[in-house]
């Protein structure tokens, strides 16, 4: 059974820092780009970060960001314990949002969502 389980999300003054995690199952973690993104307040959902899995056809830990969070978030996994992490500092009030941690493999067309976490940030 495919599980992406999303912790760490809170409330946190702006300036602050929060550090998500999701931990994955049921699937070949390594091989899958995992995504962090995110849906305001009346928005669409969004991309924030993306590292990338391994396979034939690609190299792993290739990262990218959205524009506005680059520089103050920073996305990592570990292999070995299918966890991604997204590191948030310099938080806003506009990074307020739920946050949902994404799972695909592009070769074989899977790809999976986590339910997702809530941050707020406000003073």
């Known amino acids: 059974q495919v599980q992406l389980v999303e912790s760490g999300g809170g409330s946190v003054q702006p300036g602050g820092s929060l550090r998500l995690s999701c931990v994955a199952s049921?699937?070949?973690?390594?091989?899958?780009?995992m995504s962090w993104y995110r849906q305001g307040p009346g928005k669409e959902r969004e991309l924030v970060a993306r590292?990338?899995?391994?396979?034939?056809?690609?190299?792993?830990?290739?990262?990218n960001y959205a524009g506005d969070v680059k520089g103050r978030f920073t996305i990592s996994r570990d292999n070995a314990k299918n966890t991604v992490y997204l590191q948030m500092n310099s938080l806003k009030p506009e990074d307020t949002a739920v946050y949902y941690c994404?799972?695909?493999?592009?070769?074989?067309?899977?790809?999976?969502w986590g339910k997702g976490a809530l941050v707020t940030v406000s003073s």
């Open positions: 049921g699937f070949a973690f390594r091989n899958y780009d």
């Open positions: 590292v990338t899995g391994t396979d034939l056809t690609k190299t792993g830990n290739a990262k």
């Open positions: 994404h799972a695909q493999w592009v070769r074989i067309g899977k790809d999976y």
